[in-house]
């Protein structure tokens, strides 16, 4: 059996990274575990707690539960998928660290959107329901683009601009995968 696949989906809110990393997930049949979905259970559990720290303590935690999961999937055999924004080095190290420990083939690839109104109406149209620490106003990306530590390691870089199909594509020939010709426009 072959070494199962890591796949990093990095990149900042608002540029297409997880509409993405579903449509590889669903057509490799991996494993497919996102940080946001992580941090909001964390998150009620901090509020059901009445803890005072918890957004502080959620966002470390769910890195370390992403992590945490992905192990027990990889050994499984299983490929996985993480959805996360990988704006951290410790993270990205502790991610390169599970795939040598897992034997897996690690693979990053980065979202961007060269298009920047298109980026500004994604981040300020994600949705009324979605939590507070959720980037959608414009301003508030604007600082948080000025923290993202930059992804430096071998990637695929993709800009979202593009359709989805086309950049499932690309993604799939990265990752040295056919396409199942499921995909339309």
Aim: proline fraction near 4%.
């Amino acid at each position: 059996m072959p070494d199962p696949l890591l796949i990093v989906f990095a990149g900042m809110p608002g540029t297409g990274k997880t509409s993405l990393a579903r449509a590889v997930a669903r057509e490799l049949r991996a494993a497919y575990l996102d940080k946001d979905t992580i941090k909001d259970g964390v998150m009620v559990l901090a509020d059901q707690l009445r803890l005072d720290q918890g957004e502080q303590l959620a966002g470390p935690l769910s890195y370390e539960l992403l992590v945490s999961l992905a192990r027990d999937n990889l050994t499984l055999g299983l490929s996985v998928v993480l959805d996360s924004p990988a704006g951290y080095q410790v993270f990205r190290e502790k991610v390169k660290g599970l795939a040598r420990g897992v034997k897996a083939n690690l693979k990053l690839i980065e979202c961007i959107c060269t298009d920047e109104k298109l980026l500004r109406q994604r981040v300020e149209g994600r949705g009324p329901g979605l939590p507070a620490y959720r980037t959608q106003d414009w301003g508030a990306y604007q600082r948080q683009r000025g923290q993202f530590e930059r992804l430096t390691d071998q990637r695929l870089v993709i800009d979202t601009a593009e359709s989805l199909v086309v950049n499932l594509r690309r993604v799939l020939a990265y990752l040295g995968q056919p396409a199942s010709g499921s995909d339309s426009d």
